[in-house]
């Protein structure tokens, strides 16, 4: 069923890291089975920060999950060869990626069991009724190209004409997925710092950075720890995406400085200096944005020189800077800032709790493995191919 | 390509399951939502407050106290967890575009109460994705409190800071349960719903009701001679926010 049974056979290396994967992701329901019982007050949030870690990291993955169409479109739509062998790679993490997206937003629900509702009563005026049913459509799409494709490459066989039109309609999709959670926030009145027009292209920036990056380090990974190799070619192109990606989010965040500070308007600076100096006293979040823009700029210089670029070692240190300056961007501050100042100009601090870091953990683990699951499976049913 | 039996029944049962269940959505979907007695399109409320007066009346939380124990409001002492459906604001925080360099004594850095503004164009009910919060007819911005999936968009998407949740069980920090109203569980969102069980009954919003120096004034917009009309016409009146476009229903004399 599914090819899952190629995930049950590994060597003791691959046992270690799902053992461990697994006692992250029992932590984790500990510490949720505690938020169940207690209520949210479990977390660092507040009346005034009343979304932190959990929809930061949703909306981090959205990214994540929406990035798989930088592999996808080269390869179906401008038949670009050399990614043919990580294209499957690219869109089981988005299969990841997008599980993670709906257990953040689960883990932040007060009533969780009455999730449903949202089906029950469907609200068409709400983003987050259309992001439930663009990240749930997408979820879907890429279970099934994964699967038709992955199968078609165990028979030997072409995979099947009728995937085509899917594949193709997974490319609006990803874009889509990223566009409706940029709409969750910058529809809202009274919060100037989400109240841009430039949020969904920023997000589609740092997203084709961020997921690309983390795409190349996971390549690079299964050429150390693996017998399989993506190849130079795949991984240098991936290279190419994250650069043009990352230079064109670093861009839109100086376009955002600038509206903000030049126009001057005290609602649109203040979340800016709060984030960057600290407002009231307040700088908790200073530290991680400066060195969120540390990370962009050396990563972007780097990235911008092609003698680095080329070396993967160098390339492969880049590719984490860029992962974590983003993953700080718009995994921390961008939700956080959003809050802080209050509509009532409240400066509140925020730091997550422990249980909400050990519930975030879990999800990342979880993960994890399902990418560890899904890119052991494909490799095995490549090495049966190539065996036989 | 040929049919087998067994396929046809099994595409047949799962169409008539998708038929059905898409039925008993769009029913679901329909069902009304619950009307006062006095709602049609001759209602709007709203209130009419006079922060001078407010304030002649010294360290007064009468209206503050009569709200939250006809709503079985808990007292919640860490500021990070509070509910609070009507409470007190410094004035330049409830009203940050006024912000002046030389503002008046009357009204620099005292507090003025504030409250859900029941907005005309509520930004809350656009963003509630299970229609757990509502607009009525007579224009009270409404909570169902068992609907509530706790995801707090509504919290986010207030401008005015106006909707409280249950970060944890809110009953034992209740002085005393009032029967008469329902208490709420953990994991929901609520504000003030301007006694919409009060005015069912012909009655008054309490914070109104408690309130000695008459500082509250509550009335029907769309009457020409209420009280509030009354005095809308003859003093001038501010909303928080105006320029948002939410058109709030709560006026505040200056």
Redesign the interface.
Known sequence: MFMFEKAVVGGRRYWVWVLCLLTVMGAALLAYLRQLN????ITG????V??GLYIAQFTFMVGVAASAVMVVLPYYLHDFKAFGRITILGEFLAIAAVTMCMLF?FV?????M??L???????P?????WD?MSLGGYLMLNAVIALVTLSAERKRMAPPRWIRPVIVLSIPWAVSIHTVTAF??N?????SFWLTAILAPRFLASAFAAGPALLILLCLVMRRLTRFDAGRAPVQKLAVIVTYAMLLNVFFILLELFTALYSGIP?HVEHFEYLFLGLHGQASLAPWMWTSSVLAVVSLVLLLVPSMRRREPVLAATCAMVFASLWIDKGLGLIVG??VP?????V?RYVPSLPEVLIVLGIWALGFLMVTVFYKITLSVREEVAAS | MSISRRSFLGAAGLSALALAGKAALNARAQEPKPEPASADSGTRWALVIDPRKCLEAGDCTKCLDACHRAHNVPAINDRAHEVKWIWKERFEDAFPSLQTDYPPDALHDKPVMVLCNHCDNPPCVRVCPTQATWKRHDGIVMMDWHRCIGCRYCVAACPYGSRSFNWSDPRPSIARVNPEFPTRTKGVVEKCTLCEERLAKGERPACVEACPAKALVFGNLVDPDSEVRLLLRSRFTIRRKAELGTRPAIYYIV
């Open positions: 207690v209520g949210l007050a949030l507040s009346r005034d009343s979304w937003i932040d629900m007060g009533q969780p009455r999730v509702n949202v089906m029950l009563y469907p609200t005026s709400s983003m987050m009724f439930m969750l926030y529809g809202l009145p009274g919060r609602e959003g809050f209050s509509p009532v100009g409240a509140t």
